[in-house]
Each structure stands twice: as C-alpha cells, then as structure tokens.
C-alpha cells in the first residue's frame, strides 16, 4: 500500500515557481524531500521535523526553496522559487520511523519509506 505521494510536478520555465505536495500515512516525526537529476546521485532538497516544524535545507536550497507543514493534515509542502535547469529532476517525499536521529538519517538518505517520485523539469 502507499505510504507517501508526491504531487505537484510538472513543467516550468526558468525563474518560475512550483510548489510539491507530499502526504504521508506513515508513522514519522519526519519528512524530507531528496531530488536525483539525469546521471546524478540522489541529493537532500530540505527536510521538516513534524513536530515543532524545525527544518533543515540543503545549501543550494536554503535561499530558494521552503519546506513546511502543509494546511492539511499529514501533508509536507515544497515551495520552489527561482527555478533554474539545474533543478530538473525527480523529487522524492521521504520519512524515518519515528527517531531523535532525524538530522542525520535526513542527511544521509536513510529513510525508511519512500514515494514514487514527482518530475520537476525546468527549461
């Protein structure tokens, strides 16, 4: 069964926005988002402890891109702003069983589930 979706891909141009939707039925106290260009490992985009709505971002992303607790319940948005090519790629949802050890399982990549994947491509 589906545990974590992501919504909200799609085509845009240069300096455009999107904004990615994952909801999540999974038991977690965290939900990340990753991305995998063509040809390229798999990379964190920013991740949000459900909690008390600590994040954290990747550098690339600290200035552009926002992660937040979505209106509806059990749902983690992504704001992406100022697009550029270089962010073409699949975007990944993601979360952990519950653990205090968030940051580092997020910076790792070691989520325990995982969503299909959403493609953002900008030109």
């Known amino acids: 069964h589906v545990q974590l979706v992501e919504s909200g891909g799609g085509s845009v141009q240069a300096g455009g926005s999107l904004r990615l939707s994952c909801s999540y039925t999974v038991q977690t106290n965290c939900v990340g988002w990753y991305r995998q260009a063509p040809g390229k490992q798999r990379e964190g985009v920013a991740g949000?402890?459900?909690?008390?709505?600590?994040?954290v971002s990747a550098d690339f992303a600290k200035y552009r891109f926002t992660i937040s607790r979505g209106n509806a319940k059990n749902t983690v948005d992504l704001q992406m702003n100022n697009l550029t090519p270089e962010d073409t790629g699949v975007y990944y949802c993601?979360?952990?069983?519950?653990?205090?050890?968030?940051?580092?399982?997020?910076?790792?990549?070691?989520?325990?589930?995982w969503g299909q994947g959403t493609q953002v491509t900008v030109s």
């Open positions: 993601a979360a952990p069983r519950p653990s205090v050890f968030w940051f580092n399982a997020w910076r790792k990549g070691n989520f325990d589930y």
């Open positions: 949000i402890l459900i909690g008390n709505g600590d994040t």
